[in-house]
Each structure stands twice: as structure tokens, then as C-alpha cells.
């Protein structure tokens, strides 16, 4: 277990490292956050009241499509240079690669989390009211779709259609994911009267079986 | 009949999909069945199962 | 380059002619059942008096439902087979797989449209986000949609065959998460307000609801063997196409080829 948790500590510091110097996060995918947050805005031409009422979604619609982009990246990265080979004979566990590349997304997802929120308070008016629910619901929804996203990531990799294959592949699977995630939000940002923890749980129970499932299934796929 | 579009319209698109898709799957096999010599069609021969 | 190595055949069978013209009398006599032998839904309303009621419009659950339940069925099968291939991995789990996954997004699309066409006179609306088996159909069905786009990448069979099995089975574990979130999203559905229970379910309509399932069953049996037997040939084509090119490699290897190249003559 140890080796394991050390092993995805590896690959999850590579890819984070990768990220850190080439700054694709930060300079195209963060950009095309806030991008979307304003399309939004222009493409459903409302007040801010309205708009609040909506944040929730447009919220977590924006990070799912940042969550492709962060896929196809975390993906690309093992096809370059035949990486993914290198990665193979260094004799790692496929499930630690699996939780390893998963972690990385996941913080990615945190960061562009963070500046969304900002985001939804300063373009839609939204405020945080339930900090507490804002945080936990955040964690587990960039989980659930982290862990999701790395094992259909594997799925859609090497095939040459990769960029049009994943989001057909990923989201319909990640809809339970989404309305969770909006009614959790919905309550902590109190833009309606729901019960934003049982959706959380829900959450949880998503994020729990898709890191399992990936674990699991993820080694059968890389195999040759 | 009331409703009568509605009962043509939803039996027909029915009726003229299933059609097509049995006429395209039907033609594929022929297709298919030019390519690969006769033991290897099972169906026209014995009812043993695979080999592979 | 595919060398006639037979006169054209088809897919079909002694056995499967008949299921076909069997699968054809079965259409028949659901045809009569449902638009002749049957009555319309009408009611009278306790309080106006009005006739209400579905009118004509229930002749389409003859179809609309015995579909849905196939289309389960197929995707049912799907995911069995997908498992078996994961487990045996020999080629025909992942033809059934593939076969009953593609034939049930076709049952899967046409009972979303049927619906939609059931919908629009009987709840005056062509689409109802708030109904759960219906956002759960949609899911599914775009769940598949990518399932079938999945397997249509060229790539090695045998890893297509991996991956599709792990798509397949996925979408069959997120389907409970898919249908409990929106039944929590929106706690109501037309589907209960509607349905069966509501008409008057003599012997008649439950008879024919049973004959349409007995006769889609039937036409899901037919297409699911012929679309099988394509996915087999297909395979088979393939190993046939590689057999053939390295026989003829070998051919041009043996002989004066090689001796030519360097350049002995005799």
C-alpha cells in the first residue's frame, strides 16, 4: 500500500511538474474559464439577479469543460515522445498511475475551482453563504470527475480522436455529477432551498466508485 | 381516428428505421460474405461452436 | 484486393428466414390488434363529465413500450457480454457485445422518438425535463451513442475489444447514480402520472402489450443474429486479409524473387 500511494505521489508530481513549466493551465486553460463565465453572460443577456440563479450551473458546466481540456492535457502528455513506454518499463503500478494522474487533474481542478468562484462572485454577484458545504462539495465533485475524467482519458488515448471522442465518452457519465454538483451549490451559495449535503453524499458515493473503477480497470487497459 | 398524424408518424418513423437499419445490416453480411471463404460461415454449414 | 474466394452469400440461415417471416406475421397481427381489435383510451371525468382519456393515442404504447423493454434487454446483454469478454476474452463475447449494444441504441433512439410522439398529444408537451425515466433514457442512450463511436476507431481489435467492454460496463454502474440523482433532482415524474396503472388495462390492451413484446423480442432476435454474424465475418475478413498478404509476401520471398535481388541468374 505504501508503495502504491508513494508511486502515484511520482507520476502525480511529474505530471504537476510538467504543468508547472509549461504553464498551460494558467495560461490557456484558467483564460478559457473565465471565457466561458463571460460567454455565459453575453449568450443569456440577464440581469445579475438571474444570472446568480443560475451561477450553479454555469458554474460547474464551465469547470467540466475545463475538466477536457485538463483530460486531453494530462493524456497528450503520455503520447509525447512515446512517454507512455517509458512509464510502462519503469515498472509502476498501473492503478498508481491511474491515482497518480487522477491527483494531478484533481488539483488543477481545485485551482480553476478557486478562480471560478471568484469568477461567479464578480460577473454573476453570486456570495458564498455555506462556506463549509462550498469547500467539501467542491473537493468531492473535482474527485469524482479527476478520477473519471484519467479513466476515460485512457480509454479515448492513441486512437487519433482523441479531442472529439472524449466528451462524448465522459459526459453523460459525469451527468449525475453535474446535477449533484449544481444542487450542492445551490445551497451554498443560496441561490435555492435544497439540501446541498445529501447531494454531497451522493457526490461522495460517485467519487468512491470512480476511483475504484479506474483503479481497477485502468491496468487492464494499458496492458499490451 | 383522433391523434391520427401522431399515430403514423410515430409508427412509421418505427416501421422506416428498423427497415433501413435490417437492409443495411443485411447488406453489409453480403458484402462481407465475398471476403471470407465458406468453412468460416458457420451458419450455412455445422452447429458446432467456436474454436477460437 | 479481397480475393472472391466464395459466391456472394449472406448472413441469413434456414433458421433465421424463418424467424423473419415468423417476426413478419407477428407484425401483422400486432398491427390488427393495435389499430383495429383494440379500443381507444377514453374516460369520463368524475366531476365534468368531459370524455377524457389518451383517445387513439394509447395504439402507440403498443409500440412505445414493448421497445423500452427491449432496449433494456439489449443493453442488458451488452454489459453481460462486455463483462464475459473481460473475463474470457475470446472474440465472440465482444461480437455479442457490440452486436446487442449497436441494435439497442436503434430500439434506445426509437423509443425516445415514440415517446416524444406519445407525449405531445397525451401531455401536450414534446419533452419533460422533469421526468425521471425519460432523462434516464436520454443518458443512456448518449452513454452508447459514444459506445458505438468508440468502437468505430480503427484500432488494434483486441484493444478496441478492452476498452468498449470497460465503456459498456461503466455506463451499466453509473446508470443507478444517473437515475436516483434525477429522480432526486426532480422528485416528480409524468411517467407516474401516466401510466399504465391509469388506463383501463382490460384483457384486450394487456394482451396486445404482451403480443408486441413477444413480436419485438422477435425483431430484436433477428437483427441481433444478423448484425452478430456481420461483427463475426467482420473479424473473420480481416484474419482472412492478413492470412492472404503474408502468404503472398512469402510467395514473392521464395523463388527467383530473392535470387534476383541478388543477382545470380541461373
Not at chain 1, 454531497?200 to 466508485?209: N, P
Not at chain 3, 383517445?55 to 423493454?69: C, G, K, N, S, W
Not at chain 3, 498478404?245 to 512469402?250: D, P
Request: neutral net charge.
Amino acid at each position: 500500500m505504501k508503495s502504491l500511494l508513494s508511486e502515484a505521489w511520482l507520476v502525480a508530481s511529474k505530471d504537476l511538474r510538467i504543468e508547472a513549466r509549461s504553464r498551460v493551465l494558467t495560461n490557456q486553460v484558467a483564460p478559457f474559464a473565465v471565457l466561458v463565465l463571460v460567454l455565459f453572460g453575453f449568450a443569456l443577456d440577464a440581469d445579475q439577479r438571474t444570472l446568480r440563479m443560475f451561477a450553479p450551473g454555469l458554474f460547474w458546466v464551465a469547470v467540466l469543460l475545463c475538466l477536457l481540456l485538463a483530460v486531453q492535457r494530462s493524456s497528450a502528455v503520455e503520447s509525447a515522445d512515446d512517454a507512455a513506454t517509458g512509464l510502462r518499463m519503469a515498472g509502476l503500478a498501473p492503478a498508481a498511475v491511474f491515482l497518480g494522474k487522477s491527483a494531478a487533474i484533481f488539483v488543477q481542478l481545485l485551482v480553476l475551482e478557486l478562480l471560478l468562484t471568484a469568477g461567479i462572485i464578480v460577473f454573476y454577484g453570486s456570495s458564498v453563504k455555506n462556506l463549509f458545504l462550498w469547500l467539501i462539495a467542491g473537493l468531492v465533485t473535482a474527485l469524482a470527475v479527476a478520477t473519471t475524467g484519467t479513466l476515460y482519458g485512457a480509454l479515448a488515448s492513441g486512437l487519433g480522436v482523441r479531442e472529439t471522442l472524449l466528451p462524448i465518452l465522459l459526459l453523460p457519465v459525469l451527468a449525475p455529477v453535474l446535477i449533484g454538483a449544481t444542487r450542492a451549490y445551490d445551497d451554498a451559495l443560496g441561490a435555492a432551498a435544497v439540501d446541498g449535503w445529501a447531494w454531497t453524499g451522493l457526490l461522495a458515493m460517485f467519487a468512491v466508485v470512480a476511483s475504484t473503477l479506474g483503479a481497477l480497470a485502468y491496468g487492464a487497459l494499458v496492458e499490451d | 381516428m383522433t391523434h391520427l398524424g401522431y399515430l403514423l408518424g410515430g409508427w412509421g418513423v418505427a416501421a422506416v428505421l428498423l427497415t433501413v437499419y435490417a437492409v443495411s445490416v443485411v447488406r453489409r453480411g453480403r458484402a462481407l460474405s465475398v471476403s471470407v471463404p465458406e468453412d468460416k460461415r458457420r451458419w450455412l454449414t455445422s452447429q458446432n461452436p467456436t474454436d477460437d | 484486393m479481397t480475393n472472391p474466394t466464395s459466391s456472394v452469400a449472406t448472413t441469413g440461415s434456414p433458421g433465421s428466414r424463418a424467424l423473419g417471416l415468423a417476426t413478419l406475421a407477428g407484425l401483422v397481427g400486432l398491427l390488427v390488434l393495435a389499430f383495429v381489435l383494440t379500443e381507444p383510451d377514453v374516460r369520463i371525468h368524475p366531476s365534468t363529465g368531459q370524455e377524457i382519456g389518451q383517445f387513439d393515442a394509447v395504439r402507440l404504447l403498443y409500440l412505445h413500450v414493448p421497445m423500452a423493454v427491449i432496449t433494456y434487454v439489449a443493453y442488458s446483454l451488452a454489459a453481460f457480454a462486455s463483462a464475459g469478454y473481460l473475463i474470457k476474452r475470446t472474440p465472440w463475447w465482444d461480437v455479442t457485445a457490440h452486436a446487442a449494444a449497436e441494435v439497442g441504441t436503434v430500439f434506445c433512439f426509437l423509443v425516445l422518438v415514440t415517446g416524444s410522439i406519445w407525449g405531445r398529444p397525451v401531455w401536450n408537451t414534446w419533452w419533460e425535463w422533469g421526468d425521471v425515466r425519460l432523462m434516464t433514457t436520454l443518458i443512456l442512450f448518449l452513454m452508447f451513442v459514444g459506445y458505438l463511436a468508440l468502437r468505430r476507431t480503427a484500432a488494434d481489435p483486441r484493444v478496441q475489444a478492452r476498452r468498449a467492454a470497460v465503456v459498456a460496463l461503466v455506463a451499466i454502474v453509473d446508470l443507478p447514480l444517473v437515475n436516483r440523482s434525477v429522480e432526486w433532482w426532480e422528485n416528480r415524474t409524468l411517467h407516474q402520472k401516466s401510466t399504465l396503472g391509469e388506463l383501463k388495462i382490460e384483457d384486450l390492451t394487456l394482451f396486445t402489450l404482451m403480443v408486441g413484446f413477444l413480436v419485438f423480442l422477435m425483431v430484436f432476435a433477428w437483427l441481433l443474429l444478423h448484425r452478430f454474424r456481420v461483427g463475426w465475418l467482420t473479424l473473420a475478413a480481416g484474419e482472412h486479409q492478413v492470412a492472404a498478404a503474408i502468404k503472398e509476401r512469402r510467395a514473392e520471398a521464395d523463388g527467383s524473387g530473392v535470387a534476383s535481388a541478388v543477382g545470380e541468374t541461373s
